[in-house]
């Protein structure tokens, strides 16, 4: 599918969010979550489903096993009630090793679940890898140099100041700030249906006016923190990109190149 249509859609859906929706804090691994609701939805058609819901009290014995614990969460979240939210508040504030992740599932879909009850109204859940505060989420940003050399202490200061700047422009905050070699990470939260293609857009075209050192490219994501294997591909995938279309002008007669790719590589 297009980047910049999938972009759009994506936008479009962020507008009809309701202002009532939740966002999930904690940073837990993607695959994890997926894993906890098809697992729900899954054990929740069970006929032991009821059974798991009413042993509450051996979340807190430690000899049952963790594969035990994780149907009784699932079980206690589904249902809208105090007592069984209550539970999982106690566990989720002591849980087993290992069941961490699990627990703070359990216990953000009971949340859920009991507000949706009590206030009569349908509640909204977000969830990402890399989680949020408040009503916002946080992202991982990779800035791509676009020489084989670190920043200079003036770029680099440049890029921090400017990028700190629209953050606080947009009601964000500024976590990190790393520099390396060849590329430089941030991570920022920023609310939800902040404009991060025209945010980040912004920051690159300001710094590229005094020296043209950053890629109109770059990566935002919120699924994960990339470890540096990671970028140092995606590096090498812009290196050869820029190598072909070199080798793409000079066949053309030498005509000159411009890179000016709009999608910034979203997730």
């Given at each position: 599918m297009?980047?910049e249509?999938?972009?759009n ?5 962020l ?6 929706f939740?966002v999930l ?11 906890y609701f098809?697992?729900?939805r899954k ?12 042993m509450?009290?051996?979340?807190f014995?430690?000899?049952?096993p963790?594969?035990m ?14 007592e069984?939210f209550?539970t999982?508040?106690?566990?989720f ?5 290992g069941?961490k992740d699990?627990a ?5 879909e ?5 507000q949706?009850?009590?206030l009569d ?12 505060k408040?009503q916002?989420?946080r ?5 791509l ?9 003036m770029q680099?200061?440049?890029l ?13 905050e ?7 070699m060849?590329y430089t ?10 404009p ?8 690159i075209t ?7 050192f950053l ?6 994501t ?6 540096p294997a ?5 590096l ?10 070199v ?9 000159e190149?411009?890179d000016?790719?709009?999608?910034p590589?979203?997730?």
């Amino acid at each position: 599918m297009d980047e910049e249509f999938l972009y759009n859609r994506i936008r479009e859906a962020l507008e009809h969010i309701p202002s009532n929706f939740n966002v999930l804090e904690e940073q837990i691994d993607v695959q994890l979550q997926m894993e906890y609701f098809k697992f729900a939805r899954k054990f929740r058609k069970k006929k032991d489903m009821k059974l798991a819901a009413e042993m509450g009290d051996l979340l807190f014995e430690e000899e049952v096993p963790s594969e035990m614990k994780r149907k009784i969460l699932v079980a206690l979240a589904s249902l809208p009630e105090v007592e069984a939210f209550r539970t999982i508040e106690r566990y989720f504030k002591a849980p087993d090793e290992g069941m961490k992740d699990w627990a703070t599932l359990a216990f953000q879909e009971s949340r859920m679940l009991l507000q949706s009850s009590l206030l009569d109204e349908q509640q909204v859940f977000i969830s990402t890898g890399l989680g949020g505060k408040g009503q916002k989420l946080r992202y991982f940003i990779v800035f791509l140099n676009r020489e084989g050399s670190g920043l200079t202490a003036m770029q680099a200061k440049l890029l921090h100041d400017e990028l700190q700047y629209v953050v606080d422009q947009n009601s964000g905050e500024l976590e990190e700030f790393s520099e390396m070699m060849d590329y430089t990470t941030a991570q920022v939260i920023l609310p939800l249906k902040a404009p991060l293609k025209e945010i980040f857009r912004g920051v690159i075209t300001e710094c590229n006016q005094y020296g043209n050192f950053l890629h109109e490219d770059m990566v935002i994501t919120n699924v994960k923190r990339l470890s540096p294997a990671e970028i140092v591909e995606i590096l090498n995938q812009q290196k050869k990109e820029d190598a072909d279309a070199v080798d793409g002008t000079e066949e053309a007669g030498n005509a000159e190149y411009f890179d000016d790719t709009d999608d910034p590589g979203e997730d």
